[in-house]
DNA sequence: ATTCCAACCAATGTCCACATTGGTTGGAAT
DNA sequence: ATTCCAACCAATGTGGACATTGGTTGGAAT
């Protein structure tokens, strides 16, 4: 977080932002400098001055070979996230679980369908019934991701998929050690189906409540591995 | 969400999985049909059969031109992003933000340096001095990111990157119409204020309450704002 | 000394031909 | 009839040549 905080504006940089606001700007692109400093009719280094202020004040953003863009800098995504995982600690991942996985099965015992319910219900099933760990993993998922698709809000979903791409090996490989345990497997499956039950009885708050009690069991389990593994 | 729940496994996918977890795969790759059948010692429309299996088991995806993965087939993002804002509804954005904005602030009392706490009160007071409506939305903006920053998560900056980014043009210029008048901005000041103050009192339900209220008067606006507008 | 201009640099986008890959088809072998 | 094989198809990845663009430099003009 950078805490430029700047007291007055550079004159160039109020005549671009007043010549720009007047044409259309296509995909928060703006036109390349030297085209720009044309219209304008000014230097190509007056110009950049200009855009240098603006750049500080977080209004635009440039890239050689790219252009000048408004807006904030969109982080790379390739060298990015690979970094991002190894800053995400399992605490970090579960905090923001909490956050909305509660939540979700709150709006789930709303608004699912019967149909999806039923769905809901057999991939439950087939968890608790899977021998290996791959094959239960394969159920859990499916299971969660129908849940989320049951609160009826496509941004929740995606969020939720943002999410679970973070994942990082790390705390994937310390749970995956954990449900290698058919004993553990059968807790989690037990704690499925409460939620599935409060869902059927169309109980938000008892609903939510089993989430939590999910989680937490995540939770225990992530947080007391470190010391095993 | 596909209800495919299947009896058996196929005798060749069964080959196929064994196979594989023998040597490594990189990057979830699977090698090509051809290599693979040759390697199996299988024919290629055999080795499909299986593959096909494992497809509809959700255990891996296949495209042309790409190659077999393992894992469930990654969203495009270039058509899937632009359909996905249209049907995110402003509902829906609000929903996910009172999820875990309220939270956030909860986290940064507790967390926040205080620097940042001091970093945070500038904005907002850059907030409040604001003569422009683009003016206040750019300190407004970098107030809610110092917020997040504050939480210390590094997975919870990211969602709300990912959340921001989603904001369609219609929910996005519904608020800023109602930023337009000063004194709709006046009370968001006054909301900003009172987050900072528990904050600074480092009394985490005090500043998520602020929060709540906070984000309870944006949804006031913009659910008002359809008729209007 | 400062400003302006043109050229140059390195990073990126764009376009193209070519190799790779999953998907498909038709005939040969059994 | 079924299975196997080879070729082909369309979509995608790959790599290189070339244009574009922000960043930089050095001399000319003032």
Not at 91 to 120: D, H, K, T
Not at 189 to 217: F, G, N, T, Y
Request: charged letters at 30%.
């Amino acid at each position: 977080m950078s805490s430029i905080i700047l007291q007055r504006r550079h004159p160039m940089a109020t005549k671009i932002v007043e010549f720009l606001s007047e044409g259309e700007i296509k995909n928060n692109r703006l036109p390349p400098e030297r085209e720009l400093a044309r219209s304008l009719g000014v230097t190509r280094a007056g110009l950049r001055a200009g855009l240098e202020h603006l750049e500080a004040e977080g209004v635009l953003w440039r890239h050689v070979g790219k252009g000048t863009f408004f807006g904030r800098r969109p982080e790379e995504i390739s060298a990015g996230l690979l970094d991002l995982r190894k800053k995400i600690s399992p605490q970090n991942l579960l905090e923001v679980r909490m956050m909305f996985e509660p939540q979700i099965v709150a709006l789930a015992a709303m608004r699912a369908s019967g149909a999806e319910l039923e769905e809901l219900e057999a991939y439950a099933a087939r968890a608790r019934t899977a021998e290996t760990v791959t094959e239960y993993e394969n159920w859990d998922d499916k299971f969660h991701r129908c849940l989320v698709a049951m609160s009826k809000n496509a941004l929740l979903e995606k969020v939720v998929d943002f999410v679970d791409g973070m994942r990082n090996a790390q705390v994937w490989g310390t749970l995956k050690a954990h449900c290698a345990s058919p004993a553990r497997r059968a807790v989690y499956c037990d704690q499925h189906d409460s939620i599935v039950k409060a869902l059927m009885a169309r109980q938000p708050a008892e609903a939510k409540r089993a989430m939590e009690v999910h989680l937490e069991e995540i939770q225990r389990d992530l947080l007391r591995a470190p010391d095993a593994g």
